[in-house]
């Protein structure tokens, strides 16, 4: 059977298959893995990244393969967890979310940034040790990518006075705002 010859640019931007899914699981990411990778990329630093050891940490992440990308999303330090998490194909954002070096900080700032990818939101909002947070919660719904089922679902859980700041958020569906004002104003009475 022939092979079907797809573009670059549409693999990136299908969905992952089931075995696409499976493929994170069967890479094996050991700790001498990160031998494979410069230091630099692997220790969790205090200071920030200077925009010149971004675009070194940028071009090397370019010129890695697929599994290279996982193990470094499983291994690798909290500036390279945020590269990967943007990265066009989607299996590398999923497996930075199964790092275990990700931390509450690294999701808030996630769940906040609007240039999250669909993806990696679906996948907090999914997750139910992570939305347990306030922070984390109050940020999926104050972001317009969270879809809107999902941001209707954490109203209830929102203090008052975050409900009555959203009802006013130009930044939200207007859908969302007018439900968020329903919720306050029946809590009031």
Known sequence: ?????????????????????????????????????PRELIVERDEEYTAEQRDNLYQMILGMSVPQKIRLAMLGNREARKMLAHDRNQIIPKAV?????????????????????????????????????????????????TPLSVAVQFLDHLHDKDLQNLSRDKNVPSALAQIAWQVFSKRKR
């Open 97 to 145: 979310l199964r790092s275990p070096k990700l931390t509450d900080s690294e999701i808030l700032t996630f769940a906040q940034e609007r240039s999250t990818p669909d993806d990696i939101i679906l996948a907090i909002c999914k997750n139910r040790v992570w939305v347990k947070k306030y922070p984390i919660k109050l940020a999926l719904v104050s972001n317009p990518k």
């Open 1 to 37: 059977m022939a092979e079907k010859i797809v573009p670059e640019n549409e693999k990136e931007s299908s969905p992952p298959s089931e075995e696409e899914e499976g493929f994170i699981d069967l890479i094996e990411v050991r700790e001498e893995d990160a031998a494979q990778f």
